[in-house]
């Protein structure tokens, strides 16, 4: 079975540009979350997205957004960038049933603001 | 606000030794706590977990020890290896909006196992 995949996998961008990431989750998980990745804070919770709706949401402000496709595909989008948004940007899908037992990670998205 | 802290921030074992990494956490309704082990250039990878009623649990040369009335959980890399170098993070989960759970990332602990 295919493992989560993200594109692309890196991405240079300037300040006040916007940025759309892609996320499709193994075969058959509807569950689909997105995490910020830094040396200095760690994996930071962004969104997470069941059947189209987003489920839970973290800390970050509303130029992070985000949405899920009735294929379970993810794409999450944040607009008028900073260069406190250089990060790894990881997205996992959980299979059904699980909650949050187990997330697979796809390898994520370098993005680097200039 | 941090609620899951990790140390140390980075790890130097030598080969045959073992490695143990600390998590302490504040928040009595987590409920499940996973480890995962990260590969440079890869996302993270579920290594081991435990659940809160049991104090100890073993997965090869993983073991994780619970103590739950200290809030505190570690994970032991016994005989490390230079393939176990990586970088660790523990979590714990958490009931998010509704039914949903959510996962409490700590910042994660660089091992380097020399040869």
């Known amino acids: 079975k295919a493992g989560v995949t993200q594109t692309p996998r890196y991405l240079i961008k300037t300040r006040g540009q916007q940025v759309t990431l892609s996320c499709s989750p193994i075969?058959?998980?509807?569950?689909v979350s997105w995490y910020q990745q830094t040396p200095g804070q760690g994996l930071q919770f962004l969104f997470e997205y069941f059947s189209e709706t987003q489920r839970n949401k973290g800390n970050f402000p509303g130029r992070f957004s985000g949405r899920q496709f009735s294929n379970s595909r993810s794409e999450m989008n944040v607009s008028t960038l900073e260069l406190g948004d250089s990060a790894l940007y990881l997205c996992a899908s959980s299979p059904p049933g699980q909650g949050y037992n187990e997330q697979f990670f796809g390898p994520g998205t370098r993005l680097t603001v200039l | 606000q941090q609620q899951v802290k990790q140390s140390p921030q980075s790890l130097i074992v030598q080969k045959g030794g073992i490695s143990i990494i600390n998590c302490a956490y504040e928040n009595t309704a987590f409920d499940y706590f996973p480890w995962y082990q990260q590969f440079p250039g890869k996302g993270p990878a579920l290594l081991i977990a435990?659940?809160?009623?049991?104090s100890e649990k073993k997965e090869g040369r993983f073991t994780i020890s619970f103590n739950k009335s200290a809030k505190q959980f570690s994970l032991h890399i016994m005989d490390s290896q230079p393939g176990d170098s990586a970088t660790y993070f523990c979590?714990?989960?958490?009931?998010?909006?509704?039914?949903?759970?959510?996962?409490?990332f700590g910042k994660g602990t660089l091992l380097t196992v020399n040869p």
């Open positions: 075969s058959g998980h509807r569950s």
């Open positions: 435990i659940r809160p009623d049991v």
């Open positions: 979590a714990a989960r958490s009931m998010g909006g509704g039914s949903n759970y959510k996962l409490t």
